[in-house]
């Protein structure tokens, strides 16, 4: 599982969709993989994956950047998320914390606090599978639009949007009898009320404001 865990290194919102599909032999949506095998894929992916906590190795977790940790290694890690993958090419994240999103927040304790105490949106996207493998497949996420709806702000309730760069990339693979799954999502921005309150990475940032919008979530089944 090296090849999934390694994931969290490579921090893809900087590449363009352009430089990322190059992979794909073909325009479509099949990754250039022909129609039967592409939907014996997903039918292989397709399920949920709930973790077990028995072991760190299967344990589902959300791994981010964390600035405040000292030393060089700032590679920090959430428990608690859920993941389903379908058939018709959607994956979504469960229990996605409120701490993740915020994180980047330095300067607005209230706003980071409402979002971090409202409840959890679904995080959804579109995967596009590519590379298969004996064992290992790749695939590209293209996250769509996160809402929180109902934040408690300065007295009122609001609607906070956290928008993605895409696509950026996942893999999925087998060992040892399970299946274990890892999206990489890179946070462009939030936005309150329709305008945006915080700007996260702009694809021009620092490689510290690149590192702080990449999140990836890794779970097993």
């Not at 994931?7 to 190059?22: E, G, K, R």
């Not at 032999?25 to 992916?45: H, R």
């Not at 493998?133 to 309730?157: A, C, D, F, H, W």
């Not at 609001?158 to 946070?187: D, E």
């Amino acid at each position: 599982m090296k090849k999934i865990l390694g994931l969290i290194s490579i921090v893809l919102c900087s590449m363009s969709a352009a430089v990322l599909t190059s992979c794909l032999s073909t325009d479509g949506d099949d990754g250039g993989i022909d129609p039967t095998t592409y939907k014996n894929w997903l039918v292989k992916l397709a399920g949920n994956y709930y973790g077990d906590p028995s072991s760190w190795k299967t344990t589902n977790k959300v791994y981010f950047y964390n600035d405040t940790i000292t030393g060089s290694n700032k590679t920090d890690s959430i428990e608690g998320v859920e993941m389903r993958m379908g058939t018709d090419s959607t994956l979504v994240v469960y229990g996605m914390p409120g701490r993740i999103i915020t994180k980047s927040i330095k300067d607005n304790d209230e706003l980071k606090e409402a979002i971090e105490n409202a409840a959890s949106p679904l995080l959804k996207a579109k995967y596009i599978l590519y590379n298969p493998q004996t064992n290992y497949i790749s695939y590209l996420v293209y996250p769509y639009e996160m809402e929180y709806t109902n934040v408690n702000y300065k007295g009122g309730n609001h609607n906070v949007k956290v928008k993605f760069y895409l696509p950026t990339g996942g893999a999925w693979a087998t060992q040892n009898g399970r299946s274990q799954t890892a999206a990489n999502f890179c946070i462009e921005g939030l936005y309150l009320d329709g305008t945006k309150v915080k700007s996260i990475y702009d694809n021009l940032d620092t490689s510290t404001a690149q590192s702080n919008s990449v999140f990836q979530v890794f779970v097993t089944r």
